[in-house]
């Protein structure tokens, strides 16, 4: 563990990179953890899940949507991590942890960064590559997402102090939790829209008798 590391904010994403596992173990005791950046880098994953099913080579692209809706893949990328965060952090209390929401959101963002990175490559690579070469595809979009989970143990591992058993056990019922949210996020718009469907029914009816 180096003490005397001392990296601009910027620079601690691409250091835990590179050293997956200890690089978050000089994080902690240098306290590096910065919203901005930690911010940046979702923005990052909102634009990549965007550009990647806008400008993916056709021969590698399955998505096929006649009108552009920004909700799907803002769910699918912001609103999943933050489901993520808050799920990890509403059961670190039972599992003993020592991680606050800032620190688990901005190691969990870190963490992303070799997924974003492949996930570029593949853009790239995907509108010069034959459909014979999608070898070349699959590995670096699966490196990447192995890249990006062995970061995200070795952040649940530091940030809260935990075994490796137990890292992956918090991890588990966090996807757990994640779904437990959704659900109950879902059932509340329902409820929404059908109290907002109920209620401007009556004010149509109301309008129209008043106009009578």
Request: net charge positive; hydrophobic share 55%; proline share 3%.
């Amino acid at each position: 563990m180096r003490f005397d590391l001392d990296l601009p904010a910027w620079k601690w994403p691409f250091y835990v990179m590179r050293h997956p596992f200890e690089g978050y173990d000089d994080l902690r005791w240098k306290k590096g953890y910065n919203m901005k950046v930690a911010w940046v880098i979702v923005a990052a994953f909102f634009i990549v899940s965007v550009a990647s099913a806008q400008l993916t080579g056709f021969l590698f692209n399955n998505t096929y949507v006649k009108v552009f809706n920004i909700i799907p893949y803002f769910s699918s990328s912001v609103l999943l991590f933050l489901t993520w965060v808050v799920g990890n952090w509403s059961l670190c209390t039972l599992f003993d942890g020592e991680g606050t929401m800032k620190n688990i959101f901005c190691v969990s963002a870190y963490a992303l960064l070799p997924y974003l990175f492949s996930e570029v490559i593949v853009i790239i690579a995907s509108n010069f590559l034959l459909r014979t070469e999608g070898g070349f595809i699959t590995f670096f979009r699966y490196l990447g997402i192995v890249w990006s989970v062995v970061l995200m143990i070795s952040a649940m591992k530091t940030v809260h102090q935990y075994s490796i058993p137990k890292t992956l056990a918090a991890m588990f019922f966090t996807v757990v939790a994640m779904a437990i949210i959704l659900f109950l996020a879902v059932l509340l718009l329902t409820l929404f829209q059908q109290v907002f469907v109920f209620v401007y029914s009556i004010y149509t009816e109301l309008m129209y008798r008043f106009s009578i």
